[in-house]
């Protein structure tokens, strides 16, 4: 079996991926999917600590799946904006949609 | 009833009567007086009950009635207390007599004298006299006089008054003593105002209660003297040997005055101005303002009799010190001579009578100064009994007159002025009568008069004792009071009526007249019971008031000897004075032909006016410069008026150097001032770009993650 630290290496870089993609992308879909990579890499996580730790105790995989949850929720919510804010605007460059200033 | 409790209970039916006619009754004229004159009866009852009993009981004089209460805790130890009791010893008892009676037949006279039973007047107005009131009668109108608008409230007063006298009377210490004694002193202010919106009445009220002040502050002192020398007020504690003794050789450290001679003297300065004498004397005439019935009982037969009963009580202490004893006899002899004269000059017929009495005082005070015990009781007694008498007589006077001005209706003729009378034997013949018995008795007719009695007692005794200024003076004050007695009963009575007014005079009614033939034959007869046991070197009875009142003292004070030259002097004065007083003024009929209107006896020596430029105008001047002025305008309002400035000026600098910079503008202002800058400054990092946003969270997580790291891992 794999040792912990390479899932949660696996993870980290996972996160990192999601991180650069949300800061770089102008593209706001491609930022909500960089959101996606960071959510996933903490399911990751959450499910390796549960394999390695105590295996009885299930709050691990259930916390993962609470957060597909919210994810598919977030993920929803974060695209009707995306088509409301293109139908508004008719743009999904993040960098354009600055309304949120003084 | 126990004697005993009979002397609790003879103060107190006249106070109830006061507290019930104020409360109750002042409404009700009839209920007041009947109240009122109750009260004085049921207290007459009692006293003359205990005189009574005390007469029955052998050497009263060591076995006096007494009673005491434990009243006041005074803490040194659980049973020792400031004692309140009454005491009735042979003196007490004499005195209780008089005053009863006087009492009682003043509140008697007051029914008559405040016209009860006559119509409301025309235009009352309280606080004065009553004017009158026109009456239809057979188709035609006049004018009678008409009821006292104040009638139950003058009714109260007495009622007050005559609970201080007989507490005074009755205490067997200084201090309820003094209380009844101050009593007496508000009631006489109170009385001596009654007519208050008279201004000459309410100056005379203020000018009594001031001038007795002075003294009363002086016996007020003593008593404290007293109580710190000895530890007691009650007088058998400090009428014993030891107290005494020490009284007298302890030293007072004012000029050499011993404590008793000290304490002696400063209440003998409390009954200078209760009985008026030299130099606190000028109350006295003025306090005739107040109704007549006052004037007999408060001005003649009782409270300034009190004044002399002071020296009475206290007399076995202030006979310790001989320079005490000196001032005592100077003071009294003085002032019995200097008022004499003074009432030669005067044409109000109560003002002769004030002046009278302020005479007859001195020659009380002067026997107690040299020791005439006994006499100076027995003048006291006879002295209110024809006093009362002869002021109630004039009061009756006064009021046949104002009969007379009312049926005239001119208003201008002063009723009390002896000038306006004359003849006036015929019209009122009862008045005249008793008012010849009071007259003489204060005269002192020979032989069937009291006063020739008492007065002759005095000079007896100042003879035997050697003391001849006192002799020499006290006759020639005599010989004055017969002549001014003379010119009085001659102006009121004798000769024709002078004005239209003294021919319409009318005698009273006989609530008036009853007490005027009471008291005169207690102004005859009670002489008798002090005749001296070999008068003329005749065989008669032992001198029973010199035994009995004698008996106070300790040391029962020897009979004197008879003797012709006191007695012939007596003769001589009283005689001559008369006589010359019917000579001199039988064909005067105005002030004019009147040979002793001399200014300076007119005006009272100037006294009243000395008074005022010595006192009365620097009191003015220093309450108007220096207490008001100075006091109260400058120092106290100034301070007062320094208050607002000053607080101004504080809260300009709090304001100006704290409340503006630092509140306002640091704190105020400058937290704003700070808030919008910082606004101005961060607005910058609000791009609006979402990941301008997350960049700088990342860059903040990082940034406080790696502190954490540094100081939580290292």
């Known amino acids: ?102 | 009833m126990t004697t005993e409790t009979l002397m609790w209970l003879i103060p107190l039916p006249p106070v109830l009567a006061f507290a019930l006619i104020v409360l109750f009754t002042n409404r009700s004229k009839t209920l007041s007086h009947t109240l009122a004159v109750g009260a004085a009866f049921l207290s007459l009852l009692g006293s003359m009950i205990v005189f009574v009993r005390a007469l029955g009981v052998e050497h009263l004089g060591e076995h006096p009635f007494e009673s005491s209460v434990n009243w006041l805790p005074l803490g040194e130890s659980v049973e020792t207390y400031f004692k309140i009791g009454v005491l009735v010893d042979p003196t007490t008892a004499v005195v209780l007599f008089f005053v009863a009676i006087t009492i009682f037949m003043i509140f008697l006279y007051s029914v008559g004298y405040h016209n009860f039973g006559q119509p409301e007047g025309d235009h009352n107005q309280k606080g004065l006299p009553p004017h009158g009131a026109t009456v239809e009668e057979h188709g035609h109108k006049h004018v009678v006089p008409s009821v006292e608008p104040m009638y139950s409230r003058f009714f109260a007063f007495l009622g007050l008054f005559a609970f201080g006298m007989y507490v005074l009377v009755l205490s067997d210490n200084l201090l309820t003593f003094f209380v009844g004694w101050e009593i007496m002193g508000l009631c006489s202010y109170l009385l001596i105002g009654f007519w208050y919106a008279k201004p000459s009445a309410r100056d005379a009220a203020v000018k009594a209660f001031m001038t007795t002040r002075i003294g009363d502050v002086f016996m007020l002192l003593g008593i404290a003297y007293l109580y710190y020398a000895t530890g007691t007020l009650t007088f058998r504690e400090i009428f014993t040997e030891e107290v005494l003794h020490t009284l007298a050789t302890v030293p007072s450290g004012f000029l050499g005055f011993s404590a008793a001679g000290l304490i002696g003297l400063l209440l003998f300065i409390g009954t200078v101005g209760k009985s008026a004498q030299f130099p606190l004397h000028v109350w006295l005439p003025d306090a005739m303002e107040g109704p007549t019935p006052v004037s007999a009982m408060i001005h003649a037969a009782t409270m300034v009799s009190a004044g002399v009963y002071a020296v009475v009580r206290m007399f076995p202490l202030i006979s310790l010190d001989a320079r005490t004893m000196t001032i005592v006899a100077f003071i009294g002899a003085f002032t019995a001579i200097f008022a004499a004269t003074i009432a030669v000059a005067q044409n109000d017929i109560k003002r002769v009578l004030a002046y009278s009495t302020i005479s007859q005082l001195g020659f009380m005070i002067a026997a107690l100064g040299i020791g005439a015990y006994v006499a100076a009781v027995f003048h006291l007694i006879t002295h209110a009994f024809f006093k009362a008498l002869l002021f109630l007589g004039s009061g009756s006077v006064i009021h046949g007159m104002e009969h007379g001005v009312l049926h005239t209706g001119n208003h201008h003729v002063d009723p009390q002025d002896m000038f306006n009378m004359g003849g006036l034997r015929r019209k009122m013949p009862i008045t005249f009568w008793t008012f010849l018995i009071g007259g003489f008795a204060l005269a002192g007719f020979p032989l069937i008069t009291a006063g020739f009695w008492s007065k002759d007692e005095i000079f007896a005794d100042a003879f035997a004792n050697g003391h001849w200024a006192v002799f020499i003076t006290l006759a020639l004050a005599a010989f004055m009071t017969a002549f001014y007695t003379m010119r009085q009963i001659t102006l009121t009575f004798l000769g024709e009526p002078r004005t239209q007014e003294a021919e319409h005079a009318q005698e009273t009614p006989w609530t008036m007249t009853t007490p005027l033939i009471i008291l005169s034959i207690f102004a005859i007869a009670y002489g008798w019971v002090g005749i001296p046991e070999d008068f003329m070197g005749l065989p008669l009875q032992p001198n029973w008031l010199h035994e009995f009142v004698g008996g106070t003292l300790a040391e029962h004070p020897e009979t004197i000897a008879f003797s012709w030259i006191p007695l012939l002097t007596s003769l001589v004065v009283a005689l001559g004075g008369l006589y010359l007083g019917w000579m001199t003024y039988r064909s005067v009929s105005s002030p004019a032909e009147d040979r002793f209107q001399i200014p300076l006896l007119k005006n009272k020596y100037y006294f009243d006016e000395f008074y005022d430029r010595a006192f009365v105008k620097p009191a003015y001047w220093f309450a108007e410069n220096v207490v008001y002025r100075f006091l109260d305008q400058g120092v106290i309002d100034g301070i007062l008026h320094s208050f607002g400035p000053a607080t101004d000026r504080l809260g300009s600098i709090i304001r100006n150097n704290f409340d503006l910079p630092v509140i306002n503008r640091f704190f105020g202002d400058g937290s704003a001032e700070v808030t919008y800058r910082a606004g101005d400054k961060l607005r910058a990092v609000q791009t609006g770009r979402i990941q301008q946003y997350l960049m700088l969270a990342l860059v903040v997580f990082i940034a406080i993650g790696a502190v954490l790291y540094f100081f939580l891992m290292a």
């Open chain 1, 1 to 102: 079996m794999v040792p912990l630290s390479w899932y949660l290496i696996f993870a980290a870089l996972l996160f990192s991926i999601g991180l650069f993609g949300v800061l770089s992308r102008r593209n706001a879909v491609a930022i909500l999917l960089g959101i996606e990579l960071m959510l996933n890499s903490v399911n990751i996580n959450l499910a390796a600590f549960w394999r390695y730790g105590d295996v009885t105790q299930m709050a691990g995989q259930v916390f993962a799946i609470i957060v597909f949850a919210v994810a598919a929720a977030e993920v929803s919510v974060g695209l009707a904006l995306v088509i409301s804010v293109y139908r508004r605007r008719n743009t999904v460059v993040a960098d354009d949609i600055n309304m949120m200033k003084w």
